[in-house]
């Protein structure tokens, strides 16, 4: 049988909330003034149920309104009846009105937290270490990908491959607690992992030789020439549109990046 959210909210809590009678400002305080792993469940367990208290309440006022076009609707499409589905809308209508001004209410209530609430919080214990890693983006000091080109990106070793997942990991747990994570700074950001720190060391070894050099693209057989084509431009337009380092600068060189079809051939 599927649990509701409430009955899974009780399991994880244990059926207990020792915080439930602090208040937000006490709530928020508690993990810097305990900064155990028990309570660190204590308080997330805490905010999961104020946050649920939330969006049941928002979830309300969801529903009202579709409901009350439901009601519209109805009395569009079946004109002759008017007088009876004027009636409904005007019920749906006052539920929603109903809806809505409970959910005002929560912001007087304790135990009821908004996204916005529980987000400000992160922010304010985590922006000044994302800004910092930020700063050292701008400065192309953030990844050893920043500096690469096409081949150094190849050739790189597994350590500097590792060393910029774990930085990027890091990053993007960062960007979501401040909500920074669909600004165009940390989008741009994702895009250079997409293009240079996540592909796996397997698919750049197809392109090396037992010494770990680049293989000259003419002695790759016809498929692997394809992709290999395929793989170079697309990084390289990356590269271009973002107007990332170039340890190469192919991507900046039209006498280079223009391949002739003859040549990927």
Same mark, same amino acid.
């Given at each position: ?9 009780? $399991?994880? $809590? ?82 929603? $009105? ?92 994702? $895009? ?74």
């Amino acid at each position: 049988m599927t649990k509701t959210l409430q009955e899974s909210l009780n $399991a994880f $809590a244990g059926h207990a909330r020792p915080l439930r009678t602090l208040t937000k400002e006490q709530l928020f305080i508690y993990p810097a003034a305990d900064p155990s792993q028990e309570a660190g469940f204590k308080f997330t367990r805490e905010v999961m149920h104020r946050r649920a208290f939330h969006n049941a309440v928002a979830e309300a006022v969801t529903k009202a309104k579709e409901r009350l076009d439901e009601a519209h609707l109805k009395m569009v499409k079946n004109p002759d009846l008017h007088a009876p589905l004027e009636k409904q809308v005007n019920i749906r209508k006052r539920e929603l $009105a109903i809806a809505q001004g409970q959910l005002a209410d929560l912001a007087n209530n304790p135990q009821a937290l908004s996204h916005e609430e529980v987000q400000a919080d992160y922010r304010r214990k985590h922006l000044p270490e994302y800004e910092a890693m930020i700063a050292k983006w701008h400065a192309l000091d953030l990844f050893d990908a920043q500096r690469f080109g096409w081949v150094a990106f190849l050739t790189c070793d597994r350590d500097t491959r590792r060393s910029d997942q774990q930085t990027f990991l890091a990053l993007q747990t960062l960007a979501a607690f401040c909500g920074e994570d669909r600004g165009p700074t940390f989008l741009e950001i994702n $895009a250079m992992n997409a293009y240079r720190i996540s592909p796996r060391g397997a698919m750049r070894r197809r392109f090396l030789n037992e010494e770990g050099d680049l293989i000259t693209p003419a002695a790759l057989d016809a498929d692997l020439k394809k992709i290999y084509w395929e793989a170079w431009r697309a990084y390289n337009t990356a590269t271009f549109t973002h107007k990332w380092p170039d340890d190469s600068g192919a991507a900046y060189d039209e006498r280079i990046f223009k391949i002739t079809t003859h040549q990927e051939d």
